[in-house]
């Protein structure tokens, strides 16, 4: 099964709080600026990037990466294909 | 030690010589607790730095930009800066609010306010960082538009920046322009945009990367996590209509208590409305939902639509605007009002202040007091409308008056134009008409930056309780609200997660104690929004303010309702009075509005 993150960028309201919580629970800080994702506040439509450091938050024990589960918009979707 | 909350740091930048210092604060941290944050060290520094001469729009003035100790952190609505000056509009305390994320950055840099004065020879723009400031040249950025402005700033700086700009109307000095950020975010009340444009500052662009401090960031995420869920559960019809809506959804409330400000402000209900409201933003220009800093909410409606025959997008109309573009112009188009917000965020005007001119000028065209330098006196007509706005815009024609707001526009024109002003202390009214209102004119008449309802919206407290009663219970209920809600600037977080959707107000102390490590509870924290609404009020007596001020605007007083439910109701100014005296009692201030020394003395202001 491979996991990986689908990303719908228009529906992303620019809010952050994927970055804020990524930086938060992965690395311990509120620093947005260390998240593994990054929302680049284009306009009108955002640009969302993850960085090679992201693993899914493979390391922390969740159902689901920490930047889809506080995503209320479904800008981030978890995909399991294969 | 350093607690969390807390950088400790202000930066103070002076723009005559290009010259940055850091002000270590930590030796005074008491004196600095005491103002929570946010608007109350804004209060603080301007009650320190000015006087009761100082010119808002000379280089002596600052401007502060101010976060709060929740600003930056995992909290919903938590990137807010509180600019805090004297207004060139009103020539009293000012302090205007703005979300985005752009607070957050001023944090990231290692600073709790920026504290901006002098003035540049040439244009200039501002880049704030982790190593201090840059300024840079900004001649190629005079004379355009706000967004335009962002987008070239952040590709010049190739990095994360949140960018504050100002339009046209910044630079041509309009005393109510504005300071955009995040593509529509606007700090809009009061004439912060004008402060910069007299300083020469076309744009600040702020880029910080370090940690904010915070003392159980476990906890915060924890309480975080548990308000989210509240506000999933607790209410989910009322967070699925705010999440949708936003605060547009306030257009069918207020059309149905009757206050939405209808041609300039003579009545309050709009024959229109139903073309203008939540559903119909939905069915014919939102296209997406947009949110501030950490905030599940996204109250913010992008929309298109078209000027001048090309297709444009705009964060709005969101209620404010709706009212004062909208039924306060008679125009009940909404593809027009989206375009008049366009065009005044473009050009960086208020849109509340906007409108309030707008309506002005008409009406007084339309009792045949001024002329409108050949535009139709028509409500609703958008040819009329966007014409003004550039001329305000650019002091071209009638402009170079309106550009001034409506209580020094009705003074140059005499002639009778004065009871046509909806102003408290030269600020434009804000979205709520009030003749059936009696808190709601006290909230106005009593905000300490004048007609705005950030400080009290005790309209909603008020039509589902005693509408017209007045009773000691509303005035408390009054001041209670202008303590929790202003308690919010200070803290540098939205207060719509409580307000709007019911999130109990009781998460902000929890939030506070586990950022700060301080065990202050929610009565300590009012106590300290209570000490910031007392020294903005000292501030405003220092500047001539006294009960005089405390009025609605006399249309309130003379003129009954000519429609709607409440149709030949208005204030009357003994009852007026007897709340104005009941507040000030309540207040410890005397019958004269100014605080007692007994009163500031138990407050630790002097």
Redesign the interface.
Known sequence: MQRRIGINASKCSTCRICEIFCAAVNTGTANPKKAHIRVVNMFPTPKIEFLESCNLCESLDVEIPICVKYCNRNALVLKEEG | MQLGGYTDRNLLIDISNKSFKTIDWLKQKNDWLKFVGGRGFGAKIIWESTNADTDPLSPDSIITLNTGPLT???IPGAGRISMCAISPLTGIWADSSVGG?AG?EIK?CGYDSVIIKGRNKHPIYLHIHDEGVDFENAKHLWGKGS?ET??IIKDELNN?A?VLTIGPAGENLVLFACITT??GRQAGRTGMGTILGSKNIKAIAIN???????TD?KK??EITDEAIEFLLKNDPERYNIF?RHGTTMSLDWAQEVACLPTRNFQENVFEQSENINAESMEEKIK??????????L?C?K?TKTKVNGEQV?VEGPEYETLALLGSNLGLGNLEAIAAANYLCDYYGLDTISTGGVIGFAIECAQRGLISLDGLKAEWGNTETIFNLIEKISYRKGLGKILAHGVKKAAETFGNGCQSLTMHVKGLEQSGYETRSLPGMSLAYGTSDMGAHHSRSTIVGWETRTDRFGITKEKVETQILLQHQRSLFDALGTCRFQWCECKLPFEFYPRYYVATTGIDADQDELLLGSERIFNLTRMINIRRGVSRKDDYPPERVFKEPLPSGSYKGKKMEREDYDRLLEMYYELRGWDKNGIPTKEKLAALGLR
Not at chain 2, 287 to 296: F, K, V
């Open positions: 930056g952190l995992p994320a957050a990231q967004f962002e987008t994360d949140r995040d593509y910080g990367t370090k940690d904010i401090p915070v960031l915060v995420v999440t296209i997406a939902d947009r949110g501030c800093y950490c905030c599940p996204a913010g992008l997008y």
